[in-house]
Structures are given as structure tokens and as C-alpha cells.
């Protein structure tokens, strides 16, 4: 198998496993994609990064160089966004339940905000009133791919609910602030085509009322990431023109009739760009024939954590038995000691030996950036491949790592 015209063993052999392989040029292609897609003569189109998908600094330049900007989630993505030398309204801040500190962060150094809360919002005005503040409202429904990432919706600890956005947006006018923007993410992982038009519309009926009641209008309106891709043959990727075309018409419409301005039309997705130019490759350690099938492998939970957490589906190649039937059904696990350690359940796989190279597909995006060294095995090395240049990006972690943070 070959990742970006190299073959897949050759990585290996030189850099050990288990370890990512980014294709950076597919990065490039996927994001310059999704621009063509989302683009209007008249409705200005913003596009971020949800760069905890994969924030490692060589990803980030290339999404930064191919014209995106950065949602961040925390003050250590802040600083990993301000280090691209990205302009400050490029940037964008979306945590959630943020400390007073965090916030004097990033108010201090001038990103957009996009504020989880009316308290949050409070502890803001603290450090100081911007002069701009968006706040994420949650429309009181959602769609994920699993209930795990659906955050939109009653059961979920994201936004203001919309019964408060009045409330939320009358707070920060009469606090001084004069220029707003609205934001919501509500899902991540679907694939259904109607899913952001439709969540489109109901916010922005959200926050006709808003405007109606304070005769505010919105520069921003910001709709999240969430865009699935395939993660099996069984899946289609999504129809971005045609989610474009229905979303403009909706913020058109709706902008018009109820009174909202002219606001730009944002997004922040994360795991589109970056998903399917992801890949973990491991390396069989043993083969066990119990109740039923093992593929013992060198990584696992802590690697790839998507199949324990959400019960997800990733697809496997194995290097050079491509061609081979499908005649055995296996189990294939990681060494952790905990029974969810499984990264795939009795799927039909080819016949195995020890040693022999796994390439887990679809791992790019909440892969290595949901890592753990659990039972002290460490945490994998990155490697990215760029116009035929095949470079270590992070080394493995070693034990040594560890006990330079031990007191
Ligand atoms: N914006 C906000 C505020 C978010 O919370 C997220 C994801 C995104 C954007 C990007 O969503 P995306 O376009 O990547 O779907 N670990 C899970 C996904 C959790 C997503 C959480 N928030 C997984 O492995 O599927």
C-alpha cells in the first residue's frame, strides 16, 4: 500500500510503529475543495479550522496557508493559532464553561469570541467589554453521528438555550457592546445533506426574535463544523454544493425577512479537512485463537480511542495481503488491560501472520490528538508526506518524556 506514492512499509520500517501518517498534499486538496463549495458573489463566506480535529503545527500551516482561518477550544489551541501568524479576526475562540482567566486570554489577544453562556459572558466583562461578542446558542436540537457528538439539543452541555438569547444578547448591549455575531454547533460526524440547512433555519428564526426584541442586527453567523465523511464503503461523502446553495438561500431569505443585517455566512469544521489524510499504521503482535479470533496489535485505546469511546467503525488494510479473501472474522485489540481495548469486532479479515503491517483508515481527525500514555505505552510518533517529502513530525513519546514532568 502506498500513502501519498510511498509505500507504507518503508514508513514503518524506519520510523517504527504504531505511528500516523498524514498525506498533507490531501489536506490541501480537501480544504481547497470545501472553499469552492462555499463561496457567494454577495454573502461574505468565512471559513475556520476546528483545529481540535488535529492541531499539529504542520497541519495547521497548511489549512492556514490554504486560506482558513482557526476555531480554537482552549488557551493552549489559542496560542498554537496566534503562532500561524494568522491575522486576529482569522481566529476564533469556542470553549465551553471558560475560566475568567482564559477569557482575559483571549480577549487580550483580540480573536473573536464566541461565548458558551450568559455567566460566561459575565466572568468576560471582568478583564473587559469587546466591542464585538457572539454567542453559541443552542437551537434545542441536534444531530451526531453517535448520541456522544450530537451537541445540540436539551440533553446537551453546549450554548445558550435559544428560550435565552434575548436575554443572552440584551446583557452584552446594555454592557456597551455594539457589533454581534451568533454561532452554533449542533452535531458532529453527520452525513445528511439536509441537516445544515435545516439547523440553519431554525436559528436564524432564533434570532429573528432577537433582533425583533432589541433591533440588533448580525454581522456573523456562525454554523459549526459537524460535516461527516465516510468512515466505510456503505457511506457517501456529503453534497457540499448542494448544502451551500440551500444554506445561502435560507440566509438570504431569512436575513431579509427578519431584520438580521447582512451577516457573513462561518463555519468551523474540522474533521472533513482532515479525516480521510490520516492514517494509523500498526503492526500485528500476536494472533489468538480463543472464544473467538484476536489480532493482537501495537496500538489501541490509547492510539485510536474512537472505537472504545463512540463504538465507531474504521476500515483496515493490511499491507501486501490487499488481494487475500476475507475468510477469517477477528477481533482486532490493542495491549491495554481493559476489555473495551477493541478497535474493531468480529469484521471478515484476511489471514494474518505476526509482524505483519495494519493501516487503519480515516484516522486523521481525532486520532492522535485524543491520545493518552495509559498503562505507560507512550504515545505514537506522526509522520507527514508533502510533495514526495517524507518528514518525522512529532517522534514518538518516550518513557523519558515521562519523568521529565516528575517532581
Ligand atoms: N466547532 C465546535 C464548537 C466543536 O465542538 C466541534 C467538534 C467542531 C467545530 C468540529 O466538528 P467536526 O467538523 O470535526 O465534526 N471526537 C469525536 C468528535 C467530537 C467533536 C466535538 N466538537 C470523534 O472522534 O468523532
Redesign the pocket.
Known amino acids: 500500500m502506498k500513502i501519498n506514492n510511498v509505500a507504507v512499509n518503508k514508513i514503518a520500517e524506519k520510523y517504527g510503529t504504531p505511528t500516523y501518517v498524514y498525506d498533507l498534499n490531501k489536506i490541501e486538496t480537501n480544504v481547497n475543495h470545501f472553499r469552492k463549495a462555499f463561496q457567494h458573489d454577495t454573502i461574505k463566506t468565512e471559513i475556520f479550522f ?1 483545529m ?2 488535529n492541531c499539529h503545527p504542520a497541519i495547521l500551516d497548511i489549512v492556514a496557508k490554504n486560506g482558513l482561518g482557526m ?1 480554537c ?1 482552549s488557551p493552549g489551541e489559542l496560542q498554537l493559532a496566534l503562532n500561524t501568524g494568522l491575522p486576529k479576526d482569522k481566529i476564533l475562540y ?1 470553549a ?1 464553561y471558560e475560566s475568567e482567566a482564559e477569557l482575559k486570554f483571549a480577549l487580550e489577544s483580540g480573536v473573536i469570541i ?1 461565548l458558551d453562556d450568559i455567566s460566561s459572558f459575565h466572568r468576560l466583562i471582568r478583564t473587559g467589554v469587546p466591542e464585538f461578542i457572539s454567542f ?1 446558542i443552542n437551537p434545542g436540537k441536534g444531530r ?3 448520541e ?2 450530537t ?1 445540540g439539543g436539551v440533553k446537551a452541555k ?1 450554548g445558550v438555550p435559544f428560550e435565552k438569547a434575548i436575554e443572552a444578547y440584551q446583557t452584552a448591549k446594555e454592557a456597551g457592546v455594539k457589533r454581534f455575531g451568533a ?1 452554533m ?1 449542533t ?3 453527520t452525513l445528511d445533506n439536509e441537516h445544515f440547512p435545516m439547523m440553519l433555519d431554525l436559528l436564524l428564526s432564533h434570532l429573528g426574535k432577537v433582533s425583533e426584541k432589541l433591533g440588533i442586527e448580525f454581522e456573523f453567523i456562525d454554523m ?5 465523511i465516510p468512515y466505510g464503503k456503505d457511506e457517501a461523502p456529503m453534497n457540499l454544493q448542494l448544502i451551500a446553495k440551500n444554506c445561502y438561500k435560507i440566509l438570504e431569505e431569512r436575513s431579509r425577512e427578519f431584520h438580521l443585517g447582512n451577516p457573513s455566512l462561518s463555519m ?5 479537512f482532515v ?1 480521510d489524510a490520516g492514517w494509523l499504521m500498526t503492526r500485528v503482535n500476536g494472533i489468538k485463537e480463543s472464544y473467538k479470533k484476536f489480532i493482537g496489535v501495537d496500538a489501541g485505546f490509547h492510539t485510536l ?2 472505537p472504545a ?2 463504538a ?1 467503525k474504521h476500515t483496515f488494510i493490511v499491507d501486501g495481503k490487499e488481494e487475500l479473501p476475507l475468510k477469517d472474522i477477528v477481533s482486532i485489540c490493542g495491549q491495554i488491560c481493559e476489555n473495551t481495548d477493541i478497535l474493531a469486532h468480529d469484521i471478515p479479515f484476511p489471514a494474518v501472520a505476526e509482524k505483519d503491517l495494519i493501516i487503519i483508515e480515516n484516522a486523521g ?3 492522535n490528538v ?1 491520545s493518552m500514555p495509559y498503562n505507560m505505552r507512550m504515545r505514537p510518533a506522526e509522520v507527514g508526506i508533502y510533495n514526495g517529502e517524507v518528514k518525522l513530525i512529532t517522534r514518538r513519546e518516550t518513557i523519558d518524556d515521562y519523568f521529565r514532568r516528575i517532581q
Open positions: 476546528a481540535k480535529a476555531d477550544v469556542t465551553n464566541n453559541r451526531g453521528k453517535y456522544q457528538i451537541t453546549f454561532h454547533m452535531g458532529s460526524g459549526g463544523g459537524g460535516f461527516g468551523e469544521p474540522g474533521r472533513i479525516g480511542i474512537r469511546l463512540y465507531a481527525a481525532y486520532g485524543m
